[in-house]
């Protein structure tokens, strides 16, 4: 499967941005999908994930309340609604399909079960 995300930019602090993971090649209903963010200087980090059909989501502890993830498996596209930015949410943001036959539940966090990954997309959030 490859994933292209986009919809990051710049915004002001208190801001919202959608970001988008469109998918093609296989149907990303086959995968638990997750978003993770990089920003510059420091190890990419998870954000958000859900579960094959979006039954049951993770967020981090950082964005739990203001970040949302969803998808639309007709669409073949994962949606990460990012509401009152700070400035630490500042880094690229980058979408992931993991390997088939994680433990995903207990996994969801680690870039390790991930095998396909977007190209990323930069949010910049200025204070």
């Known amino acids: 499967v490859q994933l292209q995300a986009s919809g990051g930019g710049l915004v002001q602090a208190g801001g919202s941005l959608r970001l988008s993971c469109a998918a093609s090649g296989r149907a990303i209903s086959n995968y638990n999908m997750g978003w993770f963010r990089q920003a510059p200087g420091k190890e990419r980090e998870f954000v958000a994930a859900?579960?094959?059909?979006?039954?049951?989501?993770y967020y981090a502890d950082s964005v739990k309340g203001r970040f949302t993830i969803s998808r639309d498996n007709a669409k073949n596209t994962v949606y990460l609604q990012m509401n009152s930015l700070k400035p630490e949410d500042t880094a690229v943001y980058y979408c992931?399909?993991?390997?088939?036959?994680?433990?995903?539940?207990?996994?969801?966090?680690?870039?390790?079960?991930?095998?396909?990954w977007g190209q990323g997309t930069q949010v910049t959030v200025s204070s």
């Open positions: 859900s579960t094959r059909r979006g039954i049951t989501k």
């Open positions: 992931a399909a993991d390997r088939p036959g994680t433990n995903f539940s207990g996994t969801h966090y680690s870039t390790d079960i991930y095998d396909y």
